[in-house]
């Protein structure tokens, strides 16, 4: 495993007079030109159509649950502590009996590679590299055994409701995640029913894509991003091809996803799943404590609390205001992680002040490669650790570790 108490100024480049201005090298450059993550939603959006860009920034209905996410994280405050030595803080943290670099994953994002082609194995490859956890959706433009392959160490899987047939093709996906080597598998609870995405309705997105006279006018505004898909070819949903056929075209399968990934995961679809699957097992899209403590009862060892980036239901809460009673309910039995907003390393200090073991992130990820294309995930990685480890010792903790408050959220 690589060493975890890394130094980002380092890795940039000997710094040759005081202030960041010093530093050299590439990764320098990129940190001076895009200091944040979100300076990289704006370079993602300048080179990406318009029905692109919009799939991934939007939420459900007008986008009330994503503002919500952005501003519950900015009203979290944390009460520094001082006088103690945190000049080298231990950022790493245990998952499931793996360790990893920073309390940061990578959450699971369908159709990521319609941002940008290649989207799920160049982030993975980052993953791999930075050791943290990545995720891959059900819905992932590439596959299981190929992901498996380019993130040996930090691969976890995520499985949507696919009832028919007694559940035949999810048997089968979860024996493929298992065989495949995935460190955990992650059960999305909060699908009952498809999202009404008002921005994809306005935009007509659809795959394989319609060229209406929107469609066109937008991929004539993204050259770059056209010729990638043109090299790539249409985004394809390929853990689907074993059941629909390879020599199917991407509309027969995007139909089959269509028609059969559907209905809600109910709690004995995870009871189910539970005996199958021989490794940890999560639960994410959960914002109640009860919810919570059923998913404790039937043998799952985390739990992902998650308003799935805001892009289901608009009413629901913003996840870090959900996070501190299920902390409360099952932290000392179970692994707690979030997602919902994250976008910086204050954000993913905020998440384990709240009581989780880790944040987790997707659009992040995904804009930075649309942005930046292969060094734009590495660069996240970066990001996030050099802030990360500076959100621990301006808060006065020591460990990522020893970072978590899960049973209030009074000063620590």
């Excluded at 790493?92 to 290649?118: C, I, T």
């Excluded at 269509?258 to 940890?280: K, S």
């Excluded at 204050?346 to 997707?362: E, N, P, S």
Aim: overall charge positive; some cysteine.
């Amino acid at each position: 495993m690589p060493e975890v108490h890394r130094n980002t100024s380092a890795r940039m480049g000997e710094k040759s007079a005081w202030g960041t201005g010093g530093m050299s090298g590439r990764a320098a450059a990129l940190r001076r030109r895009y200091p944040s993550i979100r300076d990289l939603f704006d370079r993602a959006r300048a080179r990406t159509p318009r029905f692109a860009y919009d799939f991934v920034a939007g939420g459900v209905n007008e986008d009330l649950c994503v503002a919500r996410n952005r501003a519950a994280l900015d009203a979290v405050t944390i009460t520094p502590r001082y006088g103690l030595d945190v000049t080298r803080p231990d950022l790493s943290v245990d998952l499931f009996g793996d360790r990893y670099a920073l309390p940061v994953g990578v959450s699971p994002m369908g159709l990521a590679g319609l941002l940008w082609p290649g989207a799920d194995e160049a982030i993975a490859a980052a993953a791999q590299a930075a050791r943290i956890p990545y995720v891959m959706s059900t819905v992932a433009n590439s596959t299981i055994e190929r992901i498996a392959r380019i993130a040996p160490d930090t691969f976890w899987y995520q499985l949507y409701n696919v009832p028919g047939d007694d559940h035949r093709v999810a048997r089968d996906l979860v024996k493929r995640a298992a065989g495949a080597g995935a460190k955990a598998l992650v059960l999305t609870l909060d699908v009952p029913v498809r999202s009404k995405r008002n921005r994809d309705v306005r935009n007509g997105l659809s795959v394989p894509f319609r060229l209406r006279a929107n469609t066109l006018r937008d991929i004539a505004l993204a050259p770059q991003w056209a010729a990638a898909m043109l090299r790539h070819g249409q985004p394809r949903f390929h853990n689907f091809e074993p059941y629909v056929g390879k020599a199917a075209a991407t509309s027969e399968i995007a139909g089959y996803v269509y028609r059969n990934m559907a209905g809600p995961m109910t709690w004995e679809t995870v009871a189910m799943i539970r005996d199958l699957w021989p490794r940890a097992l999560v639960v994410k899209g959960v914002l109640d404590p009860r919810d919570a403590l059923k998913a404790l009862a039937l043998g799952c060892d985390g739990v992902l609390v998650s308003n799935h980036g805001g892009r289901q239901f608009d009413a629901a809460p913003a996840a870090i205001d959900a996070l501190p009673a299920i902390a409360a309910a099952v932290g000392h039995d179970m692994t707690v992680l979030m997602d919902g907003g994250v976008t910086s390393g204050l954000d993913v200090r905020r998440t384990l002040w709240r009581g989780a073991a880790a944040g987790f992130a997707g659009r992040a990820f995904l804009m930075a490669y649309a942005a930046l294309g292969p060094e734009g995930p590495a660069h996240v990685m970066r990001l996030f650790e050099e802030e990360v480890r500076l959100a621990l010792a301006q808060s006065g903790s020591g460990a990522a570790r020893s970072a978590r408050n899960i049973d209030s959220n009074e000063e620590q």
